[in-house]
Nanobody, 126 residues
Framework: QVSLAESGGGSVQTGGSLTLSCAASEFPFSLKCMGWFRQAPGKEREGVAAQKLIGGFEYYVDSVKGRFTISRDYAKKMVYLRMNDLKPEDTAMYYC???????????????????WGQGTQVTVSS
């Protein structure tokens, strides 16, 4: 069983930055991905960024490309999401997820991730 704990959320103004952190109890050495998902009130959960655990290939949803960066630190068992130029539409609960398929063809396979954190709230005001 893997436990994940997110931190780093908060309230910022449009154009601001935040870095989310996800601490994992275990870091699998596998061909799968770790990812960040978000869910805004009244909306479906969407994949935001993911990174292949081996090789480090990165995936981003179009709406955050050029603004968000995912990274991982194997030694510390940490995954990060650096978010720049934040917009009000980025407001959501952000979740870290582990041990899931990497995105393909626009499908982020959110329901296939085995482990999830409790989430951290990001609020962007205009």
């Amino acid at each position: 069983q893997v436990s994940l704990a997110e931190s780093g959320g908060g309230s910022v103004q449009t154009g601001g930055s935040l870095t989310l952190s996800c601490a994992a109890s275990e870091f699998p050495f596998s061909l799968k991905c770790m990812g960040w998902f978000r869910q805004a009130p009244g909306k479906e959960r969407e994949g935001v960024a993911a990174q292949k655990l081996i090789g480090g290939f990165e995936y981003y949803v179009d709406s955050v490309k050029g603004r968000f960066t995912i990274s991982r630190d194997y030694a510390k068992k940490m995954v990060y999401l650096r978010m720049n130029d934040l917009k009000p539409e980025d407001t959501a609960m952000y979740y870290c997820a582990s041990d899931g398929p990497c995105p393909s063809g626009g499908d982020w396979y959110g329901t296939s991730y085995n482990y999830w954190g409790q989430g951290t709230q990001v609020t962007v005001s205009s």
